[in-house]
């Protein structure tokens, strides 16, 4: 089992970056895909990025795609959010979440363990 704990969020304006972080518990981090997802106020949970064990491999939604960047370290236990250019529409709880799995997808039935959310708030 695995515990994750995200950091970083906060308020920012149109524009700006934040950088999120993901704290994982246990020695198997390096075991887990990872991935990123927010949810909006009124809407439903959405994919946001994912990246594969070694880190080699990462996935976009679209709509941060060339914005936003995933990485990871093992030795560290932990994974990131880069996000530059922010637009008031990231405006969201982000959550970052843990699969063994072997899958680096945007499905977000498949991943195992989800930590409690950062919220970053984008103004215009």
């Known amino acids: 089992q695995v515990q994750l704990v995200e950091s970083g969020g906060g308020l920012v304006q149109a524009g700006g970056s934040l950088r999120l972080s993901c704290a994982a518990s246990g020695r198997t981090f390096s075991y887990y895909t990872m991935g990123w997802f927010r949810q909006a106020p009124g809407k439903e949970r959405e994919f946001v990025a994912a990246?594969?064990?070694?880190?080699?491999?990462?996935y976009y939604a679209d709509s941060v795609k060339g914005r936003f960047t995933i990485s990871r370290d093992n030795a560290k236990n932990t994974v990131y959010l880069q996000m530059n250019s922010l637009k008031p529409e990231d405006t969201a709880v982000y959550y970052c979440?843990?699969?063994?799995?072997?899958?680096?997808?945007?499905?977000?039935?498949?991943?195992?363990?989800w930590g409690q959310g950062t919220q970053v708030t984008v103004s215009s």
């Open positions: 979440a843990a699969n063994n799995r072997g899958l680096t997808t945007r499905n977000g039935r498949e991943y195992d363990y």
């Open positions: 990246i594969s064990v070694t880190g080699r491999s990462t």
